[in-house]
């Protein structure tokens, strides 16, 4: 038979480099997104989930039956909760009590158990997510807490999947690499990979204003004042993530909530591909230098997730007023009611 699995997760990972023709057409050389939305869970995280849960198998501590706990609303809670139902895990996630009720029931219907645990505590109170997630995983014999932040495993992932495939698929000529960076996962196992293979390939990473990311990467320095909340979900962090290696980094880039949006829905426009918030980061950090790329460059844009699960945000109308956004570009078709 063709193209037949044995299961979903068969196709996590080899995620396809698409050009990007019209949105790069003032960027010189060639420009790919690498399109993780391609992957089952829509996202990067499923490579990151897979690849830990089947470290802990090989060293025997996952069994049928074993529980697997994360702290996180977002797309490594989608990871793991789907990993979990085909092999047969116990999924439970710790989240906060602002995340919205459609990706709580995205959870459930996936099977995994949520806790929602209040946001406006500090870190180290027994209530917080954090707590919540450590206490169950201490008391659950056979357990993981995956930990992303924290877990190098994160980055080997990145190593052996995103990385290789990238230095495959542009047959070792990627000049450059831009990739949104929120655990620093995906850009730390890439470059490792890329720089084993090629010291000379330039490594950018793409932070958020109201996260301390670039600022510790120039400086050494944790600067509580480059902390405030932000919109862009997935990028940046107010504290220093373990799994980012800062050396193979060669520069980080700050865009904001209101030009990463509208790059995502230019996007949508012109290459006819929904992207998440965060790839529309990339993109726009990308624009943001596009005076330091040669002209015979071939830069690799990780695109992480699928403009799906950004519909009643950036790809609202509504929403993007509601912020003060409101030069998004406007598509010229128009909804037209029947009355
Ligand atoms: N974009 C989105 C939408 C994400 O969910 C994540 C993961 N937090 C990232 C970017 C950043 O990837 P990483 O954690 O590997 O740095």
Known sequence: MKNTYNNI????????????NKIAEDIPGDAYAKVEAFNPGHSTKDR??????????????LK??????????GNTGFSVAMISIVKGYQCILAVSDKTKADKIAYLKALGAEVYVCPANVPADDPRSYYEVAKR??????????????????????????????????TEGQITHLIAPSGTGGTISGVARYLKEQNPNVKIIGVDAYGSIIKKYHETGE?????????????????????????????????????DAAYMAREIALKEGMMCGYTSGAAMQALKQIKTE?????????????????YISKI????WM?????????????????IQ
């Open 48 to 61: 990151t989930a897979k690849y830990i849960i089947e470290q802990a198998e090989k060293e025997g501590i």
């Open 293 to 309: 790329i040669p002209a015979d460059a071939l830069t690799v844009v990780i695109f992480p997730d699928h403009g799906s699960r």
């Open 222 to 258: 944790v600067d509580k004042n480059e902390i405030y909340p932000y919109r862009i979900e997935g990028l940046g962090k107010n504290l220093v993530p373990g799994a980012t290696d800062f050396d193979i980094i060669d520069k980080f880039i700050k865009v904001t909530d209101e």
């Open 64 to 73: 049928p039956g074993s529980t697997i706990v994360e702290t996180t609303s």
């Open 315 to 318: 790809y609202s109308d509504a």
């Open 321 to 337: 007023e509601e912020q003060g956004f409101t030069n998004y570009p406007t598509p010229s078709s128009k909804i037209h009611k």
């Open 9 to 20: 997760l068969e196709l996590v990972g080899d995620t396809p480099l698409i050009k990007l």
């Open 136 to 169: 169950i995983h201490e008391e659950t014999p056979n357990s993981i807490y995956i930990n992303q932040y924290f877990n190098k495993k994160n980055i080997d992932a990145h190593y052996h999947g995103t990385g290789r495939e990238i230095w495959e698929q």
